[in-house]
C-alpha cells in the first residue's frame, strides 16, 4: 500500500544520527559535527537517553567571547554564555533539557516546535527519552518531492472518490509541480469548500485551484 497523508517525523526523520556522550571533549564534538556536516548533535547518556543538544551556536560562543571580559554582560546578562565558553565537556556545552519530538508528531508539529524553538533540528524520542533519530528542516521538506502522479491519485482516492461518491466521474484532477486543479461539477456543491481544503492538506500539495462547480445537470449520466 503506498503512503498517504498525513506523514509523521518517522517518515521522514534520519535514523543513522550522530551523536555524543556526556564525556566527549569540545574537539572532538567539532570534528564529529564538521566530518559528519551537520549543525548539532544529540548528547547522549545511559541507555541511549538524549540528555541535552550541541549546537554551532554552542560551541562558537568559545570564539565570541574570546577576548571579552565576563563583567561586560549585555542588559539580560551574559554569564551563561561566559561559562559555555570556557566548558571543554559536552555535558558543560549541551543545553539542557534538549527540545525533542515524538517520531508519532505530524510534521506541521514538528515545524511547528522548530520554529517555536529556533532550532534547526530535533532529536527524535521514545516514551523513555530514548534517540530514534533526528529530524531536519530539510526532512520536513520531503513531502515535496513526491511526483505530482502520487499526489493526483491520493487526492483523487481519498478526497474526491470519498467526498463525491455519485459524481466523482465528473472532476477532474490535475496536477502540476505540486499545484494541484480540480475542475468539473458536483451534485453537492456544499462540499466544494471541504474539497479544496482536503487536498490542500494532502502532504506535498503546494497549491490549490478549485474550479469546481455544481450541481451536476439532471440529464447527466
Avoid at 48 to 68: F, M, N, T
Wanted: charged content about 25%; hydrophobic content about 45%.
Amino acid at each position: 500500500m503506498k503512503r498517504r497523508s498525513p506523514y509523521t517525523v518517522n517518515d521522514v526523520m534520519t535514523q543513522m544520527v550522530v551523536a555524543v556522550g556526556r564525556d566527549a571533549q569540545f574537539k572532538e564534538i567539532v570534528a564529529a559535527m564538521t566530518h559528519w556536516q551537520v549543525t548539532a548533535v544529540p548528547v547522549l547518556e545511559g541507555e541511549g537517553r538524549v540528555a541535552g543538544v550541541i549546537s554551532e551556536a554552542d560551541l562558537l560562543a568559545k570564539e565570541e567571547l574570546r577576548d571579552q571580559d565576563a563583567t561586560m554582560t549585555g542588559p539580560r546578562g551574559r554569564l551563561a554564555d561566559y561559562a559555555r565558553a570556557g566548558a571543554v565537556t559536552a555535558a558543560d556545552l549541551m543545553s539542557s533539557p534538549a527540545v525533542t519530538v515524538s517520531p508519532r508528531a505530524t510534521l506541521p508539529e514538528a515545524a511547528r516546535l522548530m520554529a517555536h524553538h529556533s532550532v534547526k533540528r530535533l532529536p527524535v524520542v521514545d516514551g523513555s527519552a530514548v534517540l530514534k533519530g533526528m529530524v531536519s528542516r530539510a526532512d520536513l521538506l520531503k513531502v515535496f518531492l513526491r511526483t505530482d502522479g502520487e499526489l493526483a491519485e491520493e487526492v483523487r482516492e481519498d478526497v474526491i472518490d470519498q467526498l463525491f461518491p455519485v459524481s466523482r466521474r465528473n472532476v477532474r484532477v490535475d496536477v502540476s509541480d505540486g499545484r494541484v486543479t480540480l475542475g468539473g461539477s458536483v451534485r453537492d456543491a456544499s462540499l466544494i469548500p471541504v474539497a479544496e481544503r482536503l487536498a490542500g492538506a494532502v502532504e506535498g500539495v503546494v497549491e490549490v485551484r478549485c474550479e469546481l462547480d455544481g450541481p451536476v445537470p439532471a440529464d447527466a449520466p
